[in-house]
């Protein structure tokens, strides 16, 4: 069992940064790929970014050069670095662990809100 908690998300104007993370109880964090997701009032979740085990990564067109994922596997820990942030960035950002159809963890989620 695995569990997720997300930390790190507020209230920003637009073109500013935050940090959100991610720490996972539990001894495979390593072998997981860990994403992050959001959702927005009236919208479907969408993925934002990926990492695998292997550190390689994947982005949503819209966020592509702005955000940067990265993993702590020594920490347990996924982080999600978000720079020049939009408005349309507003959303619940909720964080992802899965290997195949065997392990499916999600967190709580963490508000983020860019004014502008």
């Known amino acids: 069992q695995v569990q997720l908690v997300e930390s790190g998300g507020g209230l920003v104007q637009a073109g500013g940064s935050l940090r959100v993370s991610c720490a996972a109880s539990?001894?495979?964090?390593?072998?997981?790929?860990m994403g992050w997701y959001r959702q927005a009032p009236g919208k479907q979740r969408e993925l934002v970014a990926q990492i695998t085990s292997g550190g390689s990564t994947n982005y949503a067109n819209s966020v592509k050069g702005r955000f940067t994922i990265s993993r702590d596997n020594a920490k347990n820990t996924v982080y999600l670095q978000m720079n020049s942030l939009k408005p349309e960035d507003t959303a619940v950002y909720y964080c992802?662990?899965?290997?195949?159809?065997?392990?499916?963890?999600w967190g709580q989620g963490t508000q983020v809100t860019v004014s502008s």
């Open positions: 539990g001894s495979i964090f390593s072998i997981l790929t």
């Open positions: 992802h662990a899965g290997l195949l159809a065997r392990y499916d963890y």
